[in-house]
């Protein structure tokens, strides 16, 4: 975060903003919230576009955070009434994790890159990828997902080596409650533009990768 540090208002936003990134956003709860799945160390809230607005308050807050740490471009969702919003808490009440997904009717599938020695160059270019000009269905498109840098990979302690991934846990879930009495298939869900990261994770939880995306930058 660029500051002036002589100026008060901007060290107080820098201290909030660094608070913000290190400590994660607090989750206090509120009534009638919306558990999709539960565990054994927290818990995942989905809030929709129509729920009240101290839920979409919170939405908004994190999804700032998710933003600026992904380098997200905003994107108007083509049906902002439509959108899901999975909240993973943790049993520590701060919010962890992250998924937006959005209807969609088509996405594109990743194409193979060809295998050679990797050199540090090959991996500042891992986000340059070439997908198919041939669309195929899909059912729900995945906006962002993003897990708190602090619980990613990560192993703060030891229970943390049992813990599934963050990540996995909000797109089985997504999976689950994206429409009612209905599991999709991988091959029914897409990535818009993945990070690098992103891509990794994409890949290795669609066991393929050749996973489909769609909102891509060519």
Request: glycine fraction near 4%.
């Amino acid at each position: 975060m660029i500051y002036a540090a002589s100026n008060p208002e901007d060290e107080l936003q820098h201290v909030q903003h660094h608070h913000r990134f290190v400590e994660g956003i607090k989750y206090t709860g509120w009534k009638k919230e919306r558990v999709v799945a539960e565990f054994w160390d927290g818990k995942i809230v989905l809030v929709l576009p129509r729920d009240p607005s101290y839920a979409i308050r919170k939405v908004e807050d994190v999804q700032e955070l998710v933003d600026n740490e992904l380098g997200f471009q905003q994107v108007v969702p083509k049906y902002p009434n439509k959108t899901k919003t999975l909240l993973f808490i943790s049993d520590e009440k701060k919010v962890v994790g992250c998924l937006i997904a959005e209807p969609i009717k088509q996405a594109f599938r990743v194409l193979s890159e060809p295998t050679g020695p990797e050199t540090p160059s090959s991996k500042e270019c891992q986000r340059a990828w070439q997908c198919s000009d041939v669309p195929e269905p899909a059912v729900c498109g995945i906006s962002r997902i993003w897990v708190f840098r602090l619980k990613r990979r990560k192993r703060i302690a030891r229970r943390l080596k049992r813990r599934k991934r963050i990540a996995r846990r909000l797109v089985d879930t997504l999976r689950n409650c994206f429409m009612f009495g209905c599991f999709l298939s991988t091959n029914e869900i897409a990535f818009s533009d993945p990070t690098p990261d992103g891509k990794l994770f994409a890949t290795k939880y669609c066991n393929t990768p050749n996973f489909l995306v769609y909102n891509f930058n060519h």
